[in-house]
């Protein structure tokens, strides 16, 4: 069973940065690919972005190419969301995912989850 533990989250100004990491346990991390995934207000959970089990390959949602990174220390067991250039539309609750298969897009491709850390972005 893998536990995953979210932190980073917190309160900033519209065009600040914020880093979110993910730090996990209970299981061999290196063969866990991994996302990052988020919920806003009566939203639905949607994909932000994902990383392969050695880092060599990154997935970013349209809404945040260019502004977040995905990255993850397999020697610590982390994974990290670097976010830039945060909007108001950023605000959301932001969710670690493991053990990513197929379409790392999705939910459903993922076993595992953590409790989530919320990320408010003021205008």
């Known amino acids: 069973q893998v536990q995953l533990v979210e932190s980073g989250g917190g309160l900033v100004q519209a065009g600040g940065s914020l880093r979110l990491s993910c730090a996990a346990s209970?299981?061999?991390?290196?063969?866990?690919?991994m996302g990052w995934f988020r919920q806003g207000s009566g939203k639905e959970r949607e994909f932000v972005a994902a990383i392969s089990r050695g880092g060599s390959s990154t997935y970013y949602s349209d809404s945040v190419k260019g502004r977040f990174t995905i990255s993850r220390d397999n020697a610590k067991n982390t994974v990290t969301l670097q976010m830039n250039s945060l909007k108001p539309e950023d605000t959301a609750v932001y969710y670690c995912a493991a053990n990513g298969k197929s379409n790392y897009r999705i939910t459903s491709a993922y076993n595992y989850w953590g409790q989530g850390t919320q990320v408010t972005v003021s205008s």
């Open positions: 209970g299981g061999t991390f290196s063969t866990l690919a």
